[in-house]
C-alpha cells in the first residue's frame, strides 16, 4: 500500500469532503501603488504564459494608480481568454490589473500548492470556459469560478499529493533546462556568423523589403479558421479571410511579446499591430529572418514607446539597419545556419516529445490524484 493510500484509508475512509472555491478562497480585495511594483512583481495577462507555464517579465509596467495586491501563495489566473490556461502561483508581494483573479486562501486547511494543482487541471479550465461570456474574447465568470467544486482532503493528504506531483513537474523542469542549454548554444553560434567587420554594408530595412501592417482587430479570430492569423501572441490564431499571400517576416508591434517574429509563406492575415515585411530585394529571406531573430528584440526593446502599452513604430523598422553582405555569402552563412539549427534539432531530438511526454503524464496522475469518492453523510 502506499503512503497516499494509506493515508486515505486512515484519514477518510469514507471519502471526501467537497466544498465550492468560494468556502475556501475568496478574490483579493488589497491595493499596491503602482509605484511600489517592477517588471517582475507587476502581472499583467500578457506576461502570464499560456498553458500553465507560469508568467514572464512584464515589459509594461503602471506608472501610477492602485493595482490589486497579491501576496505569497496567491494564485493568479489570467480571465481573458480561459483557454489559454494562464495560471501562476506567487511567490512575492506585488501588483495586478482587473485581466488577472487574485485567489487568496481563507482556510488554513487548504494547501496552497494543492489549490494550484487544483486550479491548473484542464477540469478546471474547461469549467471556465463552459461558464466564460464573450465569443470572439471570451471572459471568465467571477462567480462561477468561486463555485468551482473542490475536493477537500485532510492536510496529511493534500501535502502527499503535491510531493507526488512535484516530482513530475522536477522531471519536466530538468527536461525543459536541458532543451534549453541546446538553444543557448545554437544561438552563440548565430551570433558568431552574424557578426560583421566595417566592410559589410548596413543597409536600412526599408531598402529591402516593403514594410506594411495588418488591418484586422485581435478579436476577429475564428477557432477553426481556414488561414493563420498573427496577432502580437507568439503563436498564430486562426481566421476564414486572408489579406496577404506571400513569402512573409511578420513583427509582432506591441504587448509582451514586441519584437517577436514568425515566418510564412502563404496565404494568412493579420492584427493591424503587427508587421509584415514582404517583397524583399537584394537578401536573402533566411539570412534576414536569422539576423532579425537575433537582434530585433534588444533593439526593440530599447527604442520601444512607453505608452500604456509598448509599441513599435515605424520609423524603428523603417531606420532598423542590417548587414547586407554578397547574396553568395548570404547563402553560405544560411546554410551554415540552417545546419546548425539542423544539428541542434539532432541533439535535441526527442526532448520535446519527451517533454510533452512527461506533461500528459502529469496530467493524467494529477487528475487520478484529485479524484475522491464523495464523503459519505452519516445521516
Not at 468561486?146 to 503535491?162: F, H, K, M, N, S
Request: hydrophobic residues 35%; glycine residues 6%; charged residues 25%.
Amino acid at each position: 500500500m502506499s503512503t497516499l493510500e494509506r493515508l486515505i484509508a486512515e484519514l477518510c475512509p469514507d471519502g471526501v469532503e467537497h466544498r465550492t472555491l468560494g468556502d475556501v478562497a475568496q478574490y483579493s480585495s488589497a491595493r499596491i501603488a503602482a509605484a511600489a511594483v517592477n517588471s517582475e512583481s507587476y502581472v499583467g495577462v500578457d506576461n502570464l504564459l499560456p498553458d500553465k507555464q507560469g508568467k514572464d517579465f512584464s515589459n509594461y509596467v503602471p506608472q501610477s494608480g492602485m493595482l490589486t495586491r497579491y501576496e505569497p501563495n496567491d494564485i493568479l489566473i489570467g480571465n481573458i481568454r480561459p483557454y489559454l490556461k494562464k495560471i501562476w502561483k506567487s511567490d512575492c508581494v506585488g501588483g495586478t490589473n482587473g485581466d488577472v483573479l487574485v485567489v487568496h486562501i481563507t482556510d488554513n486547511m487548504v494547501s496552497a500548492d494543492y489549490l494550484y494543482y487544483v486550479l491548473s487541471s484542464d477540469t478546471f479550465f474547461t469549467y471556465d470556459m463552459q461558464h466564460a461570456k464573450g465569443a470572439k474574447m471570451p471572459r471568465g465568470s467571477k462567480d462561477a469560478i468561486l463555485r468551482y467544486d473542490i475536493p477537500l482532503p485532510p492536510l496529511p493528504i493534500q501535502q502527499e499529493i503535491v510531493r507526488i506531483l512535484d516530482k513530475f513537474t522536477e522531471l519536466t523542469a530538468e527536461l525543459t533546462a536541458e532543451l534549453t542549454t541546446r538553444k543557448r548554444q545554437y544561438e552563440y553560434y548565430r551570433s558568431e556568423l552574424l557578426t560583421f567587420g566595417d566592410d559589410v554594408p548596413m543597409v536600412s530595412l526599408d531598402e529591402i523589403c516593403k514594410i506594411t501592417t495588418g488591418k484586422l482587430n485581435a478579436n476577429e479570430q475564428v477557432k477553426n479558421g481556414k488561414y493563420p492569423f498573427f496577432t502580437c501572441d507568439e503563436i498564430p490564431y486562426k481566421i476564414d479571410s486572408f489579406a496577404f499571400d506571400t513569402e512573409a517576416i511578420i513583427i509582432s508591434g506591441n504587448g509582451s511579446r514586441i519584437g517577436h517574429i514568425n515566418y510564412y509563406n502563404g496565404k494568412f492575415n493579420a492584427y493591424q499591430r503587427t508587421y509584415v515585411l514582404s517583397s524583399f530585394v537584394k537578401i536573402n529571406v533566411m539570412h534576414l529572418l536569422y539576423y532579425m531573430q537575433a537582434y530585433l528584440r534588444d533593439y526593440i526593446i530599447i527604442n520601444s514607446k512607453k505608452g500604456s502599452v509598448p509599441y513599435i513604430t515605424l520609423p524603428m523598422l523603417t531606420n532598423y539597419k542590417v548587414p547586407v553582405p554578397s547574396l553568395g555569402e548570404q547563402s553560405r552563412i544560411v546554410a551554415i545556419l540552417d545546419r546548425f539549427d539542423e544539428l541542434t534539432t539532432d541533439i535535441a531530438n526527442g526532448l520535446p516529445a519527451e517533454i510533452e511526454a512527461r506533461r500528459k503524464q502529469y496530467e493524467y496522475y494529477r487528475d487520478k490524484l484529485l479524484s475522491f469518492e464523495d464523503k459519505v453523510d452519516a445521516h
